[in-house]
């Protein structure tokens, strides 16, 4: 049972955190310090409708570059690139 508590960047307030850190490598563990489940639940989906919506190929590098810039700009409350009807939670 994960009693982990982060002060959330996206959320600005302290959640519960991740179990482990997402993936290898200084992001996965600034995430894991500062990035909540829910947050990491909610880029995940965003992320997801952007792959879709934008038709990106993982395989690409400057597409995972793309995905990490917008993945902090999510977690950051900065602006990110739109997904036509998609309205983020206020």
């Not at 310090?33 to 947050?39: G, T």
């Not at 909610?42 to 990106?56: C, D, H, R, S, Y």
Request: charged fraction near 25%; aromatic fraction near 12%; hydrophobic fraction near 35%.
């Amino acid at each position: 049972m994960n009693s982990r508590v982060v002060d959330c960047l996206k959320h600005q307030q302290k959640l519960k955190g991740l179990d482990k850190p997402p993936f290898p490598g200084d992001d996965g563990e600034a995430i894991y310090n500062n990035v909540s489940q829910q947050a990491w639940g909610e880029w995940l989906t965003f992320q997801t409708m952007l792959i879709n919506e934008k038709q990106l190929s993982l395989l690409d590098p400057d597409v995972r570059k793309y995905l990490r810039a917008q993945m902090w700009h999510f977690f950051n409350n900065e602006e990110v690139d739109s997904i036509e009807g998609f309205e983020p939670q206020s």
